[in-house]
């Protein structure tokens, strides 16, 4: 049973902005704070972004300042704004209800003129 979906992601050139998306099942994203992270090819899996059910955020130094995370109670759906990216953020990224072994497919994302 896939609980967490994610679309968006792909190529962008250095200094652009995409949007990835993670489609929750309806009690996940009611019980769960919503996090990002992402991993780049050798690294660690890293967090990017944390957002409580009631709305409270937290990012990595990295993230701050460039990257938003929101969520969408309607649509059960949680968000990541990416702007002002750099080769640096090339990673797959992934979404996780907090705290479980609950994953969404991961995403590509490539940085790169």
């Known amino acids: 049973q896939v609980q967490l979906v994610q679309s968006g992601g792909g190529l962008v050139q250095p200094g652009g902005s995409l949007r990835l998306s993670c489609a929750a099942s309806?009690?996940?994203?009611?019980?769960?704070?919503m996090g990002w992270y992402r991993q780049a090819p050798g690294n660690q899996r890293e967090l990017v972004a944390l957002i409580t059910s009631g709305g409270r955020t937290n990012y990595a130094e990295f993230a701050k300042g460039r990257f938003t995370i929101s969520r969408d109670g309607a649509k059960s759906t949680v968000y990541l704004q990416m702007n002002r990216l750099q080769p640096k953020d090339t990673a797959v990224y992934y979404c996780?209800?907090?705290?479980?072994?609950?994953w969404g497919q991961g995403t590509q994302v490539t940085v790169s003129s």
């Open positions: 309806r009690t996940i994203f009611s019980d769960y704070a």
């Open positions: 996780n209800a907090d705290r479980t072994t609950i």
